[in-house]
């Protein structure tokens, strides 16, 4: 299997329900995203791990908790939240390299918040 | 305010002509350019780059052009074909590696008409 991939793929939840995300990429990058794409929003850069630490938190809400426990793998756990949550939320990967930022998206996981 | 501008929601191409989408940006530090292309219930692809050292790169029917002094981009697909036919996202990245993560635009939707 090659490329970024996500699951699940589809996610209904409750607010009072914990979840989580998960994504893998075997493309051998060392730096993984989540984005955010909410409805006629642009996408939107949620957490960066870079050599598996997290470098940018783009001041997200704390019932967003990410982790990556290796540079394949990289999870969004997900607590009480909201209907406005609900949105395509995408992982990424890419090679940190300095003037290389082509960045690989996963299919996405779209989260329905009841 | 967004840093990153996609003016036209969608645009509408005879198949076989031109089509050229365009974006704005508002950042001096960004120095690398994407175009990500989208179908419905997939992450966006990656289709062309370029680097804010030049103002032009080719790749079969696509071609990105930069203006630094205007902050503008465009993305040219010539000619048009129905598999195009896709949401385009354009993204800048302000240097740093991947590390930075990418600013996307809100994206076009391209129609390319039989």
């Known amino acids: 299997e090659t490329g970024v991939t996500q699951t699940p793929r589809h996610l209904v939840m409750g607010m009072t329900n914990k979840k989580s995300l998960k994504c893998e990429q075997h493309l051998g990058h060392n730096a993984m995203y989540w984005y955010k794409q909410s409805a006629k929003k642009p996408l939107e850069l949620m957490f960066v791990?870079?050599?598996?630490?997290?470098?940018e938190n783009n001041s997200v809400p704390s019932r967003f908790s990410p982790e990556c426990p290796n540079s394949s793998h990289l999870f969004l756990h997900l607590h009480t939240l909201q209907p406005e949550d609900s949105a395509l939320y995408l992982c990424?990967?890419?090679?940190?390299?300095?003037?290389?930022?082509?960045?690989?998206f996963g299919q996405g996981t779209r989260l329905t918040v009841v | 305010d967004q840093q990153v501008k996609q003016n036209s929601p969608s645009l509408s191409v005879q198949e076989g002509r031109i089509s050229i989408l365009n974006c704005d940006y508002t950042n001096s530090m960004f120095d690398y350019f994407l175009w990500y292309k989208k179908y419905p219930a997939e992450g966006p692809t990656f289709l062309i780059s370029?680097?804010?050292?030049?103002d032009k790169n080719e790749d079969g029917r696509f071609t990105v052009f930069l203006n630094k002094s205007a902050k503008h981009l465009s993305l040219h697909i010539v000619p048009s074909q129905p598999g195009d036919s896709a949401v385009y996202f354009c993204?800048?990245?302000?240097?740093?590696?991947?590390?930075?993560?990418?600013?996307f635009g809100k994206g076009t939707h391209l129609i390319i008409q039989p």
């Open positions: 791990y870079s050599l598996e630490e997290r470098v």
């Open positions: 370029i680097s804010s050292i030049k």
């Open positions: 990424a990967s890419s090679q940190w390299t300095p003037g290389v930022t082509e960045a690989f």
């Open positions: 993204a800048a990245s302000a240097g740093g590696g991947g590390a930075d993560g990418l600013t």
